[in-house]
């Protein structure tokens, strides 16, 4: 239909839909786009899908971990925009057995629990195919962090560690165990609500982000929507230890770290901020002139990514 | 798991899902189990999942009009608090072709400009299976009207007419077209946002639910929640001329028009705000102490029905 070329890529996709559903609305002080919408009178919202045999399989993890893993993935849009949660709501799709809803609800409870928000809604539908969770994540802020905000100068940051989810990805489908830290990485997504919190209060994230589709990929959105290049320094990327791959690192998805760009000179209080709240905040990179994302390795070799980051489209199961 | 029988009913599983997420919350004036939940500051929001094969299907009606209908029942659970819509988000899962995407994210689009609201932002994901839409619904309310507030005494009313959605998916299932009339009330819901609205603000809504999954289910919920029964005058239900058959307009579910219960003397109020509004506002009942719903014939014959109602979980496709 209109002549909507079947391999239309998600990037693509996502613009086509965000072209069709938005028109402005004096509502709305930011609108699709972002990680979350941000509305007149404080309130951040984002929702965030997760299908059987796309984004998670149940040989790989349970029901309750599946429920987990997409609640802490909905919240990591609001931490991204620096917002506090205040609410979940989740839309369920399961097979004949509503036992599954009832382990997928349980998960997305846990990570609810975990930043101290309750379930106030949702809705539940038998599905004739995989499972599906759809968790709607609602918060507050007085000002959000766009992805907007890069600028020439800055540098590039990155919370924790990067290609665990990806290694333990791999892993399965390679019909291997994935190594234990990786598979925690996949199914326990980190709470990052307070590190962005901070982030923003202190002024010490200019742009922001969640690496959901992965670093390249989502650097380069930041890129995009800054109107800048980021330059990654691949020698500072902070691979995870189950891991122990710089490509996954650079385009592996799902780790759900927080990217951001930071004011010139903000080094020391980022790495103390990242001290008081025991997470490893790691400069990877610098804003720059130009557009999209450039990888430079320790000797000064350059290259530009490939398209980078998991399309949800391409095909296959991850 | 659990002990949960795998026959558990959708109404069941519900109030399973509800009292796991569920744990109060101060951010929050009313929680789950209502049409829609409100947060402190006004906000009122809900979720709605329609999934194909079990809400609507491809040979029945087109991409678009699917998006419409989910759109259209989303927004249906603000009209049944009396709140007014402030913007969708719209979570959507496609099978290959990525113009299915476009095509629903379309019919969202045009059931949010009915009532003159914008898409803020969504997920969109490659599904293994059926086509999924995820619909959330947010607005503003100074006061929610909830399906707890029937009293003894009060009347029972319906807007429109009953049945014409079921008896749409009635001809689809038997392998007929149906009643075009029939066709459009399962297609084109009816947007009664203005009434719930002005029923709200006038006061002459005391409770007040969309009837999504039939008069006699939907009635029974209000009864549940109200501490009352609900006895409907079967005689004086609105029955669709595209329907023709009370079992339809009594049992049958997606019609998405409001029932609400009304105080005594009411009456005159109520049918002159229906012609200002050109809504047929119709009496069908009272309320009594007592639980549950009984259904009264024309010549005072009393029947209990049946459980009443569409069970997504009770298998086959509507």
Same mark, same amino acid.
């Given at each position: 239909?209109?002549?909507?070329?079947?391999?239309?890529?998600?990037?693509?996709?996502?613009?086509?839909?965000? +072209?069709?559903?938005?028109?402005?609305?004096?509502?709305?002080?930011? &609108?699709?786009?972002?990680?979350?919408? =941000?509305?007149?009178?404080?309130?951040?919202?984002? *929702?965030?899908?997760?299908?059987?045999?796309?984004?998670?399989?149940?040989?790989?993890?349970?029901?309750?971990?599946?429920?987990?893993?997409?609640? #802490?993935? #909905?919240? +990591?849009?609001?931490?991204?925009?620096?917002?506090?949660?205040?609410?979940?709501?989740?839309?369920?799709?399961?097979?004949?057995?509503?036992?599954?809803?009832?382990?997928?609800?349980?998960?997305?409870?846990?990570?609810?629990?975990?930043? &101290?928000?309750?379930?106030?809604?949702?809705?539940?539908?038998? +599905?004739?195919?995989?499972?599906?969770?759809?968790?709607?994540?609602?918060?507050?802020?007085?000002?959000?962090? *766009?992805?907007?905000?890069?600028?020439?100068?800055?540098?590039?940051?990155?919370?924790?560690?990067?290609?665990? !989810?990806?290694?333990?990805?791999?892993?399965?489908?390679?019909? *291997?165990?994935?190594?234990?830290?990786?598979?925690?990485? =996949?199914?326990? @997504?980190?709470?990052?609500? @307070?590190?962005?919190?901070?982030? +923003?209060? !202190?002024?010490?994230?200019? !742009?922001?982000?969640?690496?959901?589709?992965?670093?390249?990929?989502?650097?380069?959105?930041?890129?995009?929507?800054?109107?800048?290049?980021?330059?990654?320094? *691949? /020698?500072?990327?902070?691979?995870?230890? %189950?891991?122990?791959?710089?490509?996954? #690192?650079?385009?592996?998805?799902?780790?759900?770290?927080?990217?951001?760009?930071?004011? @010139?000179?903000?080094?020391?209080?980022?790495?103390?901020?990242?001290?008081?709240?025991?997470?490893?905040?790691?400069?990877?990179?610098?804003?720059?002139?130009?557009?999209?994302?450039?990888?430079?390795?320790?000797? %000064?070799?350059?290259?530009?990514?490939?398209?980078? /980051?998991?399309?949800? =489209?391409?095909?296959?199961?991850?």
């Amino acid at each position: 239909m209109d002549g909507i070329p079947p391999a239309l890529d998600e990037n693509e996709l996502v613009r086509r839909l965000v +072209s069709i559903g938005w028109r402005g609305s004096r509502a709305v002080r930011l &609108g699709p786009g972002d990680d979350a919408a =941000f509305l007149r009178g404080g309130l951040v919202i984002s *929702t965030d899908m997760a299908v059987e045999g796309v984004h998670f399989r149940f040989d790989w993890i349970s029901p309750e971990e599946a429920g987990f893993r997409a609640g #802490a993935a #909905a919240v +990591s849009d609001l931490a991204a925009m620096g917002a506090v949660p205040e609410a979940l709501l989740v839309s369920l799709a399961v097979h004949g057995d509503p036992s599954v809803a009832v382990e997928l609800q349980r998960g997305v409870r846990a990570a609810g629990d975990r930043v &101290g928000v309750a379930i106030i809604g949702g809705d539940v539908s038998r +599905s004739p195919g995989p499972a599906v969770v759809d968790v709607v994540a609602v918060g507050r802020a007085r000002t959000v962090v *766009t992805r907007g905000g890069g600028e020439v100068g800055q540098g590039v940051w990155v919370s924790g560690s990067l290609g665990g !989810a990806a290694a333990a990805v791999t892993a399965w489908s390679a019909g *291997t165990e994935p190594d234990p830290r990786a598979r925690k990485r =996949f199914a326990a @997504p980190p709470d990052r609500v @307070p590190l962005g919190l901070a982030l +923003s209060t !202190a002024g010490l994230a200019c !742009a922001m982000i969640d690496i959901s589709d992965g670093l390249v990929a989502d650097a380069r959105r930041v890129a995009g929507a800054s109107g800048v290049r980021i330059r990654v320094d *691949t /020698g500072a990327v902070p691979v995870d230890p %189950g891991a122990g791959d710089l490509n996954l #690192a650079l385009e592996g998805g799902e780790d759900y770290e927080l990217m951001f760009t930071a004011p @010139p000179g903000a080094g020391s209080r980022i790495r103390a901020l990242g001290q008081e709240m025991a997470v490893v905040l790691t400069r990877i990179g610098r804003v720059e002139e130009g557009k999209g994302v450039v990888l430079e390795d320790d000797r %000064g070799r350059h290259s530009a990514p490939g398209r980078g /980051g998991y399309d949800h =489209f391409a095909g296959g199961t991850p």
